[in-house]
């Protein structure tokens, strides 16, 4: 079965208030239609065809995937409208599956269901709510045989007591949906092409209508504002935390625990509250991470100890390394086996040599440190001039004394010492010992200026 997709998302989103286009805002930090396309893509289709509204270019740039169709629909005439436009691309499909943009959390397996339900004849997916709300109504015959959908705003009050809903999900064959496209009217309560009203014309054509119901109903919930999308992000923040715990990471409190991407983690890996990670986030065996935590695109090595507050980009981490409290680790960094990094010390596009350790308030820029560093409290790598950065080497074994100024470019050689409060401007000896601050005098008799009563 050849079967394509259409995705529609033409919709303007006026209720997000934003200039944002509505399928463009963030759920666990990717845009709602890449979960969308994710699910759809995941079923292998033929084709996929996005139908895009205004804001058009912003959402083909943010979404990266070649295999995606986009077809434009510049005026918002309705569903089936929409569906028409795509339909050019999808002529040689045998099925077109509909989904929509602004229904993320749509689950492969429902879909799945949904098609194998519908080997023939048209599939739908439909729920059954307490409060069916805004949505169009199933409406079945006494023997309980689907015969149409009736939009909320077309509905009479008998038809608006009905609590089965369309979710709007449906799979059609490419002939049949073709010929009903072309009989949609707008003769209704808001002037639209209904794709809901090709329900009809099948069970006037006798072609059978398969209803299905998603595994879950949040699975066809639609987001039209913030409160939501909020909403579908702690279900969605929920699902990740539990498929995490299931595969044996613990999380003290999954409720206060966010991905905005991917994590891949170790055995017996530990996640304090308040743990975010984004991006891509790769942890090792027998890793720990402290409260409050942000790991953006990280890989980390296994055995290694991160703790409370600490913010850590692009950068990799070594075994047995331990950072902060408080660290703050920026792009380009490299923490090789066993490195320590302490409170208030910031590390950016720099590698840190194996058992190196930076403890207290420094700030390491554009640096090549040895192994077996030691970097006293205060030191400072001055690696800009107002222009232009500049590196600085660090050889095996140097000790850097406390408050140590180093300007760029320097290089301290291999088991050097620093004395503490030097300004390095010129490259320090490997086994010597380097000390440029000023020398310490007595004032004989100098007196503290002394209030007058
Ligand atoms: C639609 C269904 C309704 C169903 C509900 C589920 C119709 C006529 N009604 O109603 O039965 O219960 O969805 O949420 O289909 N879109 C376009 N172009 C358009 C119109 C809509 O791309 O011209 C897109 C929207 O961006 C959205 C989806 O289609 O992703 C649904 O549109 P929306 O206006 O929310 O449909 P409803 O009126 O809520
Ligand atoms: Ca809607």
């Not at 720990?288 to 692009?314: F, K």
């Not at 205060?378 to 800009?384: D, E, F, L, Q, V």
Request: charged share 20%.
């Amino acid at each position: 079965m050849k079967l394509g997709i259409v995705i529609l998302a033409a919709g303007q989103g006026t209720r997000m208030k934003s200039s944002l286009p509505k399928v463009l805002h963030l759920l666990a930090g990717r845009p709602l239609l890449a979960h969308v396309l994710e699910t759809a893509l995941s079923l292998q289709p033929e084709k996929t065809v996005v139908v895009y509204g205004h804001g058009g270019e912003q959402v083909r740039d943010a979404i990266d995937e070649p295999d995606v169709l986009w077809v434009e629909q510049s005026e918002r005439l309705g569903t089936g409208h929409a569906v028409q436009q795509a339909m050019p691309l999808l002529q040689d499909m045998d099925k077109v599956l509909v989904l929509y943009g602004d229904v993320p959390l749509i689950r492969k397996e429902s879909l799945q269901k949904l098609i194998g339900n519908a080997q023939s004849g048209v599939g739908l997916m439909t729920l059954t709510l307490k409060d069916p709300a805004r949505y169009g109504r199933i409406q079945r015959d006494p023997s309980g045989k689907v015969q149409c959908i009736v939009e909320q705003k077309d509905a009479s009050p008998e038809q608006l007591a009905i609590k089965e809903i369309n979710t709007g999900i449906m799979l059609v064959d490419t002939p049949h949906l073709q010929q009903w496209l072309q009989e949609l009217s707008p003769k209704n309560a808001q002037s639209e092409y209904y794709l809901t009203d090709i329900i009809a014309m099948a069970v006037r054509d006798g072609v059978d209508v398969h209803v299905t119901q998603p595994g879950n109903a949040v699975e066809a919930e639609g987001i039209n504002d913030r409160p939501q999308l909020a909403f579908l992000e702690r279900v969605l923040q929920r699902w990740q935390a539990e498929a995490l715990m299931r595969d044996g990471v613990t999380l003290l409190d999954p409720a206060r625990f966010d991905l905005r991407g991917n994590l891949a983690a170790g055995t017996d890996v530990t996640l304090d509250v308040n743990v975010i990670i984004e991006g891509q986030v790769v942890l090792g065996s027998g890793v720990s991470i402290g409260a409050n935590t942000v790991l953006r695109n990280v890989q980390v090595a296994d055995n290694v100890c991160i703790r409370e507050n600490c913010v850590i980009e692009d950068a990799v981490i070594g075994t047995s390394s331990t950072i902060g409290p408080f660290s703050r680790i920026r792009p380009g960094t490299r923490l090789a086996d066993g490195a320590h990094v302490g409170n208030f010390v910031e590390i950016k596009n720099s590698s840190i040599g194996p058992g190196s350790k930076i403890n207290h308030l420094s700030y390491i820029g554009d640096t090549q440190m040895g192994a077996g560093v030691n970097i006293g409290a205060g030191t400072i790598t001055c690696n800009y001039d107002g222009a232009y950065k500049h590196q600085t080497t660090i050889g095996d074994k140097a000790f850097i004394g406390s408050n140590a100024a180093l300007v760029a470019p320097v290089c301290i050689g291999e088991n050097a010492t620093i004395g503490a409060g030097s300004v390095i401007a010129k490259d320090a000896a490997a086994g010597e010992l380097a000390v440029a601050r000023g020398k310490q005098i007595t004032i004989k008799g100098w007196k503290r200026p002394v209030k007058e009563k």
